[in-house]
């Protein structure tokens, strides 16, 4: 093959498709517009909450059961209240449904809860809203698990004593740690948060390093139709062989898909180092993932481009091509089909195993180092990396000969024995 | 009419092998797409210097044998000889390929393209830059280098890869109905650029379906039909083997009442056929010793399209 001849076709493919519009607002817009509508959110979000506290919020509560202890309650204004937390939330004590009924009506209430009779059998409160009540606000507010805490400690009061009754309205408080190089440090976060940090990153990384490969892939399908369509390969062909065609296509658009990917993985660079300077001890970036992910990028560019162009090439037109190239597309994908076993167990069996197929490695791979960068040997690394690349080879070799084949067809799509015969 | 056979051509040319003085040579050539049989045992060879005409009916099998010759496809069986060897990537560059079903990027700006298919063929860039901006000015399109090719008429396209096909001045040249959709102008100027290949011992194929200009341009032919070579040969040669026995006379005088057997042609004069032992030079002397004033005197020469028609429709 000619290197200078592969150069021109992959600068020409490089230039043709990275001064399209589409190209450039998917490359640079997509970070901004995801950091965009992340600042909207949250913006939003904080202002719904700081709205939300400045608000009183009142609950009325009936007790048919009597079993609540009045105690708890103070008297203001002739009404028992109790202050169920630290913000503005109020419960106020009704003897009546009526009584509340007529203030959950009026506005004041946000609803109102009923200990009925048969509590103490069912265990059942019944929770009334007005029809004013936003269905949300209710949903959303915490005063349920401050009215079980009321109810536990008006149940327990008197009947049991000291410590018991004190591990009865608090089983246990968690104090989580995380082994490190300097032994277990304690971590002051709460489970779901350290589930949330943990995986998110990787899943963030793992989902950009397919659309990165699955875009870049797409602009090879893009390009053969393009060339099919428009007649132009047989004075491509005249000029130049199928193989260094197919080469120049796959390094041209691949610096384009490398381009979006470095943009695309900067952005979650930015996240992570924001997210470890916030959540220091929870977060840790994953640099081992991101300095390996170019490299896996390219090595599952290679190989899923290669096989992607030649069998666009047995496409007649750009519809055609795409759908003979979904197959390889769905393979590629299968990582994410499975995202929580692979998050929650890196390195169980489904995640070594799909480390060593050269589909679903450089997904697999990434995800496990940075989800648990000492769960994976260095020979797993270096491993899926040898496959990949044997994988690779084979494909460009077999793709080059399908492309010489499927570049000139047109029309009815010959059956695989004449491909084949064709192809030798 | 049986293909031409050639039997004594060696896989791979011996030391003391002469190679042959064909620029693009083809022996035994087959192949065949499934069950179809686009060529069949075809052999020919297209000299230095000379305008080559590959003709044949739609579905003859004319693009299949282009594609072969440049190394597009490969054989099923046969040798193909390109430059007096078996083709390789390098000898690509020494070629130009327009083919019937010429494909542009649309979106491209015209320059670009030119500079791109220059690259292509191994041309530096500013060289490709210099050639795309010169051949440009020759198919008088300068005007529209830095526009996008989708802009350009039907027309103006077709000369934009006619440049392209020429810009790297390839010693042989393979242009697949390069007049068609050209108007006259444009028809007289490629016919000029044909030729000035031919004077400056550049080989070119013309594949085309317009006859005249094969006989205006074209030294030797083949005709294939249904993938077999039907007729190969010198023009003028082929010409007088598929022309009746028979002359135009022109004279004032009547024919009939001299008691030659003739009828009067549409172009004015005596059309008569010569007994089989007689020639035309020969008719003519007669024609004169024996008192006729002859004013004009014409060896009645078969149409390239008339043999055409014959040849294909099964007449032959």
């Known amino acids: 093959m000619r290197i200078r001849r592969i150069a021109a076709v992959a600068r020409f493919e490089l230039l043709s498709v990275v001064k399209r519009w589409s190209y450039l607002l998917a ?37 048919e059961a009597k079993v609540l202890d009045r105690s708890l309650f103070e008297t203001q204004d002739g009404e028992l209240r109790w ?25 004041r209430l946000r609803a109102m809860y009923v200990i009925e009779q048969d509590y103490l059998a069912n265990g059942q409160v019944r929770a009334v809203e007005s029809e004013k009540t936003p269905l949300l606000s209710m949903r959303g507010t915490s005063i349920e698990p401050l009215l079980r805490k009321l109810l536990r400690k008006s149940l327990v009061q008197g009947r049991l004593d000291g410590d018991v009754k004190e591990r009865v309205l608090s089983p246990a408080f968690f104090l989580r740690s995380r082994l490190g190089p300097d032994g277990d440090e304690v971590v002051d976060v709460d489970e779901a948060l350290d589930l949330l940090v943990r995986t998110s990153i990787p ?62 993985s900067s952005m979650v660079v930015f996240v992570a180092v924001s997210a470890s300077a916030a959540l220091a001890g929870v977060v840790s970036i994953p640099w081992g993932a991101l300095a390996l992910a170019p490299v896996f990028f390219v090595l599952g560019y290679l190989f899923l481009g290669s096989l992607m162009l030649a069998t666009a090439a047995l496409g007649a037109n750009a519809a055609e091509s795409q759908k003979l190239t979904m197959g390889w597309a769905m393979l590629a994908i299968l990582p994410l089909m499975v995202p929580v076993i692979l998050l929650e167990e890196p390195n169980g069996i489904l995640g070594q195993v799909m480390t060593w197929i050269p589909f679903t490695s450089p997904l697999t791979v990434i995800v496990r180092l940075a989800v648990d960068p000492s769960g994976i040997a260095w020979w797993e690394v270096g491993g899926s990396m040898l496959v990949l690349l044997i994988s690779t080879w084979l494909s460009i070799r077999i793709g080059a000969r399908l492309f010489r084949v499927g570049f000139l067809l047109t029309g009815t799509m010959p059956s695989l024995a004449e491909l084949w015969r064709q192809a030798r | 009419m049986a293909a031409v056979t050639v039997t004594d051509w060696p896989t791979r040319p011996p030391s ?41 009916p739609n579905g003859a099998g004319k693009t299949t044998l282009i594609r072969i010759g440049l190394d597009i496809l490969r054989p099923d069986e046969g040798e193909v000889s390109l430059f007096g060897a078996a083709p390789t990537p390098h000898m690509l560059d020494r070629t130009a390929y327009l083919p019937e079903e010429r494909g542009v990027y649309r979106r491209a700006k015209v320059r670009e393209l030119l500079t791109y298919l220059g690259r292509l063929k191994g041309m530096k860039r500013a060289a490709a830059a210099a050639a795309a901006d010169h051949w440009l000015e020759r198919v008088s399109l300068s005007r529209v280098a830095d526009q996008r090719v989708e802009s350009l008429s039907k027309g103006m396209t077709q000369k934009v890869q006619i440049a392209a096909c020429l810009m790297s001045d390839p010693e042989l040249c393979v242009l697949d109905e390069p007049f068609s959709g050209l108007d006259p102008v444009n028809v007289a100027l490629v016919t000029e650029l044909i030729e000035e290949r031919r004077r400056s011992g550049r080989t070119t194929v013309l594949s085309t379906h317009m006859m005249h200009q094969v006989e205006a341009l074209c030294d030797r032919v083949a005709l294939i039909h249904r993938g077999k070579l039907v007729v190969y040969g010198r023009l ?9 026995h028979e002359v135009i006379v022109w004279t004032e005088m009547d024919l009939l009442a001299l008691g030659v057997e003739a009828t009067q042609h549409k172009a004015g004069g005596w059309r008569v056929e010569l007994p089989a032992s007689a020639t035309a030079s020969g008719y003519l002397n007669e024609l004169v010793r024996n008192g006729v004033l002859v004013d004009r005197y014409e060896p009645l020469v078969a149409r390239m399209d008339e043999i055409f028609v014959h040849l294909v429709s099964g007449e032959h």
């Open chain 1, 27 to 63: 490359t640079f817009g997509l970070p901004l517009f995801l950091a965009a509508i992340s600042g909207i959110v949250i913006g939003l979000q904080t202002y719904f909450f700081s709205q939300r506290a400045e608000e009183s919020s009142q609950f009325g509560l009936i007790d």
């Open chain 1, 83 to 107: 202050k169920a937390n630290e913000g503005a939330d109020e419960v106020l004590l009704y003897e009546s449904r009526e009584e509340a009924s007529k203030e959950l009506g009026s506005g």
């Open chain 2, 16 to 56: 003391r092998y002469t190679v042959p003085m064909g620029v693009l040579a083809y022996r035994g050539v087959s192949k065949r797409f499934g069950q179809h049989s686009a060529l069949d045992g075809v052999s020919l060879e297209v000299a230095q210097g000379e305008v080559f005409g590959l003709l044949g």
């Open chain 1, 203 to 264: 899943l963030f990384l793992g989902i950009l390093l397919l659309t990165a490969l699955l875009s870049a892939s797409g602009y090879l399908v893009q390009t053969v139709s393009t060339d099919k369509e428009s007649k132009i390969v047989e004075v491509l062909l005249s000029s130049v062989t199928p193989e260094e065609i197919l080469a120049g296509k796959l390094f041209g658009l691949g610096a384009a898909g490398l381009v979006q990917f470095a943009a695309w």
């Open chain 2, 236 to 244: 003028d040669e082929i010409r007088r083997r598929y022309s009746p």
